[in-house]
T-cell receptor, first 111, second 113 residues
């Protein structure tokens, strides 16, 4: 049973436009959510996180939105840059320590 | 400062052999985690250490897998009688405390022939 789902395996966006990556979860006990970015042959790199007590967190070009009633979160990247091309993983935890990851979305930003 | 390091970066072994994978966490981080990532999947939790003790080993797939962290710093993941299905990238992460952001190492790519 996949508790964290990223239903879009890939996304292609033009440079300068907004990239929106989506993530859905099923476990209502999740209270902390994170996004990681992964380049080939490297480990995941932490990008941004949000606690369940918030509905938005912003860091530079990256904003994460959380909709608890819909059990949905999204990552917005604006403006998108070619260096943003990577696989993005959504992860969640439930007042414990282990992270539950989605299957990832491959973002390609083209000129 | 240095990030999480993992050695070896790649390991090729034969079915039935024993392997050890090493993780050096960020200095001062008390929590250490092991995950496994198969092709096309996200990382899957294996085991978590708080200090020297395994606080949660619920993700270990079977008793062929074992991990230690004897001095509360470096950790070793040990796999006995390897099987082809063990082929994956093994990721280690550490965090300052168990409630803070986890930072990942580059992973060890294990291939069992």
């Amino acid at each position: 049973d996949q508790q964290v789902k990223q239903n879009s395996p890939s996304l292609s966006v033009q440079e300068g436009r907004i990239s929106i990556l989506n993530c859905d979860y099923t476990n209502s006990m999740f209270d902390y959510f994170l996004w990681y970015k992964k380049y080939p042959a490297e480990g995941p790199t932490f990008l941004i996180s949000i606690s369940s007590i918030k509905d938005k967190n912003e860091d530079g070009r990256f904003t994460v939105f959380l909709n608890k009633s819909a059990k949905h979160l999204s990552l917005h990247i604006v403006p998108s840059q070619p260096g943003d091309s990577a696989v993005y993983f959504c992860a969640a935890s439930a007042n414990t320590d282990k992270l539950i990851f989605g299957t990832g979305t491959r973002l390609q930003v083209f000129p | 400062g240095a990030g999480v390091s993992q050695t070896p970066s790649n390991k090729v072994t034969e079915k039935g052999k024993y392997v050890e994978l090493r993780c050096d966490p960020i200095s001062g981080h008390t929590a250490l985690y092991w995950y496994r990532q198969s092709l096309g999947q996200g990382p899957e939790f294996l085991i978590y250490f708080q200090g020297t003790g395994a606080a949660d080993d619920s993700g270990l797939p079977n008793d062929r897998f074992f991990a230690v962290r004897p001095e509360g710093s470096v950790s070793t993941l040990k796999i006995q009688r390897t099987e082809r299905g063990d082929s994956a990238v093994y990721l280690c992460a550490s965090s300052r405390t168990n409630q803070e952001t986890q930072y990942f190492g580059p992973g060890t790519r294990l291939l069992v022939l």
